[in-house]
């Protein structure tokens, strides 16, 4: 299936991170894939920028801040590494457009990462969030648009892994049906309209 829009490059985007806030809480882990296959893929794992961590955070990403302070890439070159990768992958004269399941939280650490350590963000100001589409595609009420209604519809054997890569791939085969679905529905109504 082509893209909607010619001009759109969807970047399905995941993250983990120590906390619920950025500055205080540092970005973990980065996965981002494009929506359709082949997929592209890209995955980082990055120093935290402190030891600041809530328990609840710990307990969901499971990853050690101790084994990333010795082996995460250190932040400024991992926002270069994503931003040449999400160029690379959006053609030129295609935006960029962040996609995310709950996107309000993956957005806020990305781009306040992207501003602190580059001055700019490759996505502008370009975000979809995945359960706000499917707000309103399905027309249901917001309470209706978590994992558990959700993923019974498109990926009934679905699990969160809370791995950023996995999830990001996951939720881009979600978002990648509701496209399709939402395209099929548009060619259905033309086709009776007629």
Known sequence: MDTPLETDAYICVDVETSGPIPGDFSLLSIGACT???PWKTFYIE?????QNSTDEAA?????????LTEKGVSPKEALVRF???I?????PNHQPLFVAFNAGFDWMFVNY??????GRNPFGHAAIDIKAFYMGM?????SQTSWRFISPKYMPEYHLTHHALQD????ADIFKQMLEELSNNKKFQGENQK
């Open 138 to 142: 399905a027309g249901v009420a917001w």
């Open 35 to 37: 929506i359709y296959e």
């Open 59 to 67: 307990s969901i990403h499971k990853l050690s801040l101790e084994h």
């Open 113 to 118: 990462y992207f501003y602190h350590f580059l």
């Open 46 to 50: 990055l120093k935290p920028e402190n």
């Open 87 to 91: 160029m690379n992958e959006a053609a």
């Open 83 to 85: 931003e040449d990768w």
């Open 168 to 171: 990001a791939l996951d939720q």
